[in-house]
Antibody
């Protein structure tokens, strides 16, 4: 079964850091581009970051650029999101999502994890 | 930045009705437009990609059309299990989602 499982969410103070992980199974992880997408409570979806299959091409939303770092370990079938300088507005459910295309740009998200909640509050 | 205007924001319809949601881009995005369904407490699900291509396993009552700046998502005959929020998403530039359409049963 194709599956993505996120972990690492929790409560963190403003200015703090958190590292999210996403474990992939059921497909050849190293062949797929990956993304992080978030959803604030009661709000819509916001794309956060993209990484190519090799890790050589990366994009970020302006709202997180300079604070978040996406990475992957293909040997461990895992995707990561290092989040620093967290703000209240980063509070959201964070989803990892597999990219449908192989075009070195984020395209469509065909497989999603269940999400992990990040709460930034003092 | 490319802005996506999705309408309506909410919609109430009866089982069996034809339902239409529109998404307008602030500039030409060719066919770089996808549609997702999200049920409460669940992750989104890809329904339509590249404006009109049905994702594998998605019922044929769902369809999409359009190109350039104007796109349409249609459910040909609404079923009770279709109650959800629907989002469009462009990828001409970095991905951006529409505001969502909450679909309810009348």
């Amino acid at each position: 079964e194709v599956q993505l499982v996120e972990s690492g969410g929790g409560l963190v103070q403003p200015g703090g850091s958190l590292r999210l992980s996403c474990a992939a199974s059921g497909f050849t992880f190293s062949s797929y581009e990956m993304n992080w997408v978030r959803q604030a409570p009661g709000k819509g979806l916001e794309w956060v970051s993209y990484i190519s299959s090799s890790g050589s091409t990366i994009y970020y939303a302006d709202s997180v650029k300079g604070r978040f770092t996406i990475s992957r370990d293909n040997a461990k079938n895992s995707l990561y999101l290092q989040m620093n300088s967290l703000r209240a507005e980063d509070t959201a459910v964070y989803y990892c999502a597999r990219d449908l295309g192989q075009q070195l740009v984020p395209r469509a998200f065909d497989i999603w994890g269940q999400g992990t909640m990040v709460t930034v509050s003092s | 930045d490319i802005q996506m205007t999705q309408s309506p924001s909410s919609l109430s319809a009866s089982v069996g009705d034809r339902v239409t949601i529109t998404c307008q881009a602030s500039q030409d995005i060719s066919n770089y437009l996808n549609w997702y369904q999200q049920k409460p407490g669940k992750a989104p699900k890809l329904l339509i990609y590249d404006a009109s291509n049905l994702e594998t396993g998605v019922p044929s009552r769902f369809s999409g059309s359009g190109s350039g700046t104007d796109f349409t998502f249609t459910i040909s005959s609404l079923q009770p299990e279709d109650i959800a929020t629907y989002y469009c998403q462009q990828y001409d530039n970095l991905p951006r989602f529409g505001q969502g359409t909450r679909l309810e049963i009348k």
